[in-house]
């Protein structure tokens, strides 16, 4: 153990040595080490955070969920209601018009049916007239009707002396071939008489 | 720690330890400097420094590069340390300790270097003596322990004011009679002075001790040349002893680094309590 001078120069050093990491080494250290663990805990602040969010917007999320489902099954709902209303309202009102269509072509048909008698009826008379004229023109042959103005005449003996013990309401003579030489009351054709 | 390289050098045991033993020594009396001490720790202590200084200046708050993340490893280890037992602003005390620790680490570490071969390196500057380890010195380890009894003085002033820490000098542990004056100061002073002087020595006695270890085991296999069974024996049992050592001495030197650093500590701390 030789103690010098050598002493003094080590306590030299050994400040200089300090006062180098007083100044220079430990400040610019320690600060990077608690930016660092700022950082870190801000990034674990945030992640937390995010966490959180994630969470409450996962519950948003099926709330929204949820009301959207309601909502679609009442549309649904109301689309099924709507779509029997439809389909009830579609029938009652095809019912009404099938019978409107049904009355008035019924009606059609009873104004056509009337017409068409109106019309056969006119044509009947006038082919009655005609066919009476023929008939009467053709009478102006006595030789070739001689049986059957004879047949008539028998025929109207005949039916005055029924019509005389029978009831007058009945004709017997109520023919076409007979029409023209007496009166009926059941034959339109001849009824004018 | 071969000591067979040194065949040529020194004629005995005896020789070969105290040439092992003297400093390279400048100037006479006290003002002489040892020149191998003073180089190897100016050295050491701009290695250190200058690596934690690279670190420091590219210090990111970002991803740390490793060797940043191991500075900021040993930075956080000591800084906790000393937070644990100073309780007031340690601006200055951390990187305080932190000096110490890598500084003390590093000059110890200097132990594990083989034996002879710094002698060696130094023989080829012309150099006959060069003792590597700094605090097998018991100059390094005074300055040190003095400086810090400065520090621990500072602290004193500074927590208790210049007349709070005479008056606590004269008035504790036994009183403020007027008459236990003497005593209290001078149990005071033998408690400051304690401080310096075990924290000096413990370090010096470790490594001056290690290192005084490694020569002797280095002899052991001195006489491997003489191939004799003997000698092979001792061959083996350098190349054991040594190899066991040298893994117990990493523990020394770290351990001894830290007691120095957490020593300093404590002792700042105790300085700015009341009492």
Not at chain 2, 237 to 255: D, E, N, S, Y
Request: charged share 20%; glycine share 6%.
């Amino acid at each position: 153990m030789d103690i010098n001078a050598t002493l003094l120069g080590q306590m030299l050093v050994f400040g200089i040595l300090i006062w180098f990491s007083w100044k220079f080494i430990w400040p610019p250290l320690t600060k990077a080490i608690e930016d660092r663990q700022k950082k870190i805990a801000e990034g674990l602040a945030a992640a937390e955070r995010g966490q959180t969010e994630l969470q409450s917007a996962h519950g948003e999320a099926q709330v929204i969920v949820n009301a959207a489902r309601d909502q679609a099954k009442k549309i649904v709902d109301q689309a099924h209601k709507r779509e029997v209303e439809i389909v009830d309202e579609a029938r009652s009102t095809a019912m009404e018009e099938g019978k409107r269509i049904v009355d008035s072509s019924r009606q059609d048909a009873a104004q056509e049916k009337s017409r068409a008698r109106d019309e056969l009826r006119k044509d009947v008379a006038s082919l009655a007239v005609a066919g009476a004229s023929r008939l009467l023109q053709r009478e102006i042959d006595p030789k070739a009707h001689a049986d059957l103005i004879e047949q008539l005449a028998r025929e109207i003996e005949g039916s005055v002396a029924m019509r005389s013990t029978r009831t007058p309401g009945r004709c017997s003579t109520c023919s076409p071939r007979t029409a023209a030489s007496t009166t009926c009351p059941r034959s339109p054709l001849i009824s004018t008489s | 720690m071969a000591a067979a390289e040194h065949a040529a050098g020194p004629a005995n045991s005896t020789e070969y330890i105290t040439h092992h033993l003297t400093h390279l020594k400048v100037g006479e009396g006290f003002w002489s400097f040892h020149v191998d001490t003073i180089f190897m720790s100016v050295l050491l202590g701009i290695v250190t420094l200058g690596l934690f200084y690279t670190a420091s200046r590219r210090a990111t708050v970002g991803v740390p590069s490793k060797w940043q993340a191991f500075v900021e490893m040993v930075v956080e280890f000591i800084d906790t340390t000393v937070k644990e037992v100073f309780h007031l602003d340690r601006s200055f005390l951390a990187p305080l300790a932190l000096t110490i620790f890598v500084w003390v680490f590093l000059m110890n570490a200097m132990d594990l270097l083989p034996l002879d071969l710094p002698g060696k390196v130094a023989a080829l500057f012309g150099i006959n003596y060069w003792r590597v380890v700094p605090t097998a010195d018991a100059n390094t380890t005074f300055a040190m322990s003095l400086t810090v009894l400065l520090v621990v003085l500072f602290y004193s002033f500074k927590a208790k004011g210049a007349g709070g820490y005479i008056h606590e000098l004269f008035t504790a542990p036994f009183g403020s009679n007027p008459v236990l004056w003497i005593p209290n100061f001078v149990l005071n002073l033998v408690e400051l002075l304690s401080k310096p002087v075990s924290l000096a020595m413990r370090l010096f006695g470790n490594m001056y001790a290690g290192e005084l270890v490694f020569m002797l085991i280095a002899l052991l296999g001195a006489g491997v040349f003489t191939l004799t069974v003997g000698s092979a024996f001792g061959f083996f049992g350098q190349v054991a002893m040594g190899a066991v050592w040298a893994i117990f001495h990493i523990l020394i030197i770290t351990l001894q680094a830290f007691i120095f650093m957490m020593l300093t500590v404590v002792y700042s701390a105790m300085a700015t309590e009341h009492h």
